[in-house]
T-cell receptor, first 112, second 112 residues
Framework: GQQLNQSPQSMFIQEGEDVSMNCTSS?????WLWYKQEPGEGPVLLIA?????ELTSNGRLTAQFGITRKDSFLNISASIPSDVGIYFC????????????FGAGTILRVKS | EAQVTQNPRYLITVTGKKLTVTCSQN?????MSWYRQDPGLGLRQIYY?????VTDKGDVPEGYKVSRKEKRNFPLILESPSPNQTSLYFC???WGEGNEQFFGPGTRLTVL
């Protein structure tokens, strides 16, 4: 099965810094989703994107659905310690029954 | 409270001893899925179900079985577990093809 290319694999940043991560794919997706997973928990949806070019914000988080429909990025502004976790992108493939494909995740650590 | 529940949360077993991980959702969702999460590989789909009595293989179905006799329940069965099935397992559900997927809290399985 296909996986998305998610980068970076991990980040260790200073509190207050901005964070950027992205996902790319060779397939076209009709939906991009960004999830956050905290230790001992299942992933929780942060942002959903449904249209190419769409830019959506959720508090300090901003995500965009790439115009080619093959990529997406997530930005976190002014990071705080509770942003720590693993962030996953997920794309929904049009050609495979709307199957959800996940990236390998970006581990975010914040130094206060 | 709308949720996906899994049991057990933690399980240590031995090779070859059949086990079942239960999953239940109270949101009347049609779609349910099982994923396994391994370091560096993200979430990989094992099996999914589009409705009662309708199931299909995901990316990594070998060694697993599922059933969907009722809408709310989607158990994962390992007939003869092996050490390479040691992983973190997540059940998830959603309304339909284009909708947000809700994850359970995870089941950490160790096969000795």
């Amino acid at each position: 099965g296909q996986q998305l290319n998610q980068s970076p694999q991990s980040m260790f940043i200073q509190e207050g810094e901005d964070v950027s991560m992205n996902c790319t794919s060779s397939s076209i997706f009709n939906t991009w989703l960004w999830y956050k997973q905290e230790p001992g928990e299942g992933p929780v949806l942060l942002i959903a994107l449904y249209k190419a070019g769409e830019l959506t914000s959720n508090g300090r988080l901003t995500a965009q659905f790439g115009i080619t429909r093959k990529d997406s990025f997530l930005n976190i502004s002014a990071s705080i310690p509770s942003d720590v976790g693993i962030y996953f992108c997920a794309g929904q493939e049009m050609e495979y029954g709307n199957k959800l494909v996940f990236g390998a995740g970006t581990i975010l650590r914040v130094k206060s | 409270e709308a949720q996906v529940t899994q049991n057990p949360r933690y399980l240590i077993t031995v090779t070859g001893k059949k086990l079942t991980v239960t999953c239940s959702q109270n949101m009347n969702h049609e779609y349910m899925s099982w994923y396994r999460q391994d370091p560096g590989l993200g979430l990989r789909q094992i099996y999914y179900s589009m409705n009662v009595e309708v199931t299909d293989k995901g990316d990594v179905p070998e060694g697993y079985k599922v059933s969907r006799k009722e809408k709310r329940n989607f158990p994962l069965i390992l007939e003869s577990p092996s050490p390479n099935q040691t992983s973190l397992y997540f059940c998830a559900s959603r309304w339909g093809e284009g909708n947000e997927q809700f994850f359970g809290p995870g089941t950490r399985l160790t096969v000795l």
